[in-house]
């Protein structure tokens, strides 16, 4: 019988990496209700983090992949990769 079943770390390993490890993730996730000038320095902090991070493209990679809705991944803010979703979806 055949399983689907697979190792997961591989998966996971590259977090060990990340720049933001140990960080408050409200860097990187907005608060309910956050808009402009305050949403655009939050983002730009997380930016400027990911920007150092050894292990941003294979976070951008998990996030697309698993379809993360919310926060900044690799560099991305979640409006970013919604509209990089929308075109791929349109191809
Ligand atoms: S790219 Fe950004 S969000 Fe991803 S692990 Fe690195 S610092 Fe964290």
Do not use: H
Request: glycine share 8%; hydrophobic share 30%; net charge positive.
């Amino acid at each position: 019988m055949k399983t689907r079943t697979r190792p997961l770390l591989g998966d996971w390993e590259w977090q060990a990496e990340a720049a933001c490890r140990g960080m408050d993730s409200s860097v990187f996730f907005s608060p309910a209700g956050e808009r402009g000038p305050a949403r655009r320095r939050r983002e730009e902090t997380a930016r400027e983090i990911c920007r150092s991070c050894p292990v941003s493209d294979p976070c951008a990679r998990f996030a697309q992949a698993s379809q993360q809705y919310y926060g900044t991944w690799g560099g991305y803010t979640e409006t970013e990769r919604r509209a990089a979703a929308r075109v791929r979806n349109r191809k």
